[in-house]
Structures are given as structure tokens and as C-alpha cells.
Nanobody, 119 residues
Framework: QVQLVESGGGLVQPGGSLRLSCAASGSIFSINTMGWYRQAPGKERELVATITSAGTTNYADSVKDRFAVFRDNAKNTVYLQMNSLKPEDTAIYYC?????????????WGQGTQVTVSS
């Protein structure tokens, strides 16, 4: 079993910054992808950014050049540095861990952390 524990959400003014953290524990494979998704009220959950255990990153167009995803493999922790925040970034942010073995895929979600961008 795997647990993902997020932290770092909160209220920030437009143009401000926040850093989210997500620590994974349990049965973690050495090769995996961790990342962040978000869901705003009335909208579908969408990808924000992901990073593989090898360090390959993927970003939504809406956050490129403003957000950065990075990880500490020794701590099984992924981070999301969010800069130049906009009101439209307001959402619940979910941590995700995706790992696979022969014939099986394992996908886990954190409980979510609220990010509100407002003056």
C-alpha cells in the first residue's frame, strides 16, 4: 500500500508564490512518475506537471515558465514550486504516483490541498 501526504497549500495574492510538497510512503518502486493535478470548482481534474524518477518533466501549457516540478528520490518526495500565481490557478491540487510492473499499473492519489489565489 502507498500513502501520499501533501502540504503547502494556502491563500496567496496574485503574483505570489507557493511551494507544495508530497511525501510518498509504502511500497514505492524505483521507477515511477510523480506529479500534480488540479481540479477547480465545476471543472475536470487536469494535469499540472509530472516528473519521472529519471527526471523527465511534463507541464501543462498554462503553467509552463511559472511552475517547476522537482523531486528528491531518496525521500520519495515531489515538490511543485508555483510562481507568478494567477486567480485561475485556484484549485485543489492533488499529488499522484504512477508506477508499473509487468502486467500491472498502480496509481495513487493524495487527499488534495487547497490553493487559493485572491487579493
Amino acid at each position: 500500500q502507498v500513502q501520499l501526504v501533501e502540504s503547502g497549500g494556502g491563500l496567496v495574492q496574485p503574483g505570489g508564490s507557493l511551494r507544495l510538497s508530497c511525501a510518498a510512503s509504502g511500497s514505492i518502486f524505483s521507477i515511477n512518475t510523480m506529479g500534480w493535478y488540479r481540479q477547480a470548482p465545476g471543472k475536470e481534474r487536469e494535469l499540472v506537471a509530472t516528473i519521472t524518477s529519471a527526471g523527465t518533466t511534463n507541464y501543462a501549457d498554462s503553467v509552463k515558465d511559472r511552475f517547476a516540478v522537482f523531486r528528491d528520490n531518496a525521500k520519495n518526495t515531489v515538490y511543485l514550486q508555483m510562481n507568478s500565481l494567477k486567480p485561475e490557478d485556484t484549485a485543489i491540487y492533488y499529488c499522484n504516483l504512477d508506477q508499473r510492473t509487468i502486467g500491472r499499473r498502480y496509481n495513487y492519489w493524495g487527499q488534495g490541498t487547497q490553493v487559493t489565489v485572491s487579493s
